[in-house]
């Protein structure tokens, strides 16, 4: 079950709820109002000793597609 983040359009709160279903919005927890949008969040991904950054590859190939070597 996923955590959307919603908007509360009358009194601008935003909130997190965990939903059964994509096109359930649930009324928001401050005024009880049920004009609320769902937010468009980022996908945050942590690997293991990354600190939270992006994971190391290790170096990229000097050749291939595209390296413009002629022969």
Excluded: R
């Excluded at 009194?11 to 994509?22: G, H």
């Amino acid at each position: 079950m996923p955590i959307y983040e919603y908007k509360c359009n009358d009194c601008d709160n935003e909130f997190e709820e965990l939903v059964f279903s994509q096109d359930e919005l649930p009324p928001c927890p401050k005024c009880q109002s049920k004009k609320v949008e769902k937010l468009m969040s980022a996908c945050a991904v942590q690997t293991e000793g990354s600190g939270g950054g992006m994971p190391d590859f290790g170096p990229m190939p000097s050749a291939g597609c595209g390296s413009g070597g002629g022969g």
